[in-house]
């Protein structure tokens, strides 16, 4: 069963830095558009950025994806974070095509 495990979340105070990374088994990322979504309070999952350099509006030129294939594992590098971003982050493709991790927290708040 194909498995991400997302980590690196944390509590941050704005304007701070996070990196999220997605550790994937039995899939191989290279061979997938990977994504990067979002899940804030009261709200519908979003998806934030895709490895084919789709970002969302609300964190372009503060949010980096990027890819490691010899880890097969995908990163979040996150800047200069604001509370809006508070929210669980989760690893998947675009489309979904993959059952969901865990996920990991993301507060952002001073």
């Known amino acids: 069963q194909v498995q991400l495990v997302e980590s690196g979340g944390g509590l941050v105070q704005p304007g701070g830095s996070l990196t999220l990374s997605c550790a994937a088994s039995?899939?191989?990322?290279?061979?997938?558009?990977m994504a990067w979504y979002r899940q804030a309070p009261g709200k519908e999952r979003e998806l934030v950025a895709t490895?084919?350099?789709y970002y969302a509006d609300s964190v372009k030129g503060r949010f980096t994806i990027s890819r490691d294939n010899a880890k097969n594992t995908v990163s979040l590098q996150m800047n200069n974070l604001k509370p809006d971003d508070t929210a669980v982050y989760y690893c998947?493709?675009?489309?979904?095509?993959?059952?969901w991790g865990q996920g990991t927290q993301v507060t952002v708040s001073a």
């Open positions: 998947n493709t675009a489309p979904v095509r993959l059952s």
């Open positions: 039995k899939i191989i990322v290279s061979i997938y558009n």
């Open positions: 490895i084919t350099s």
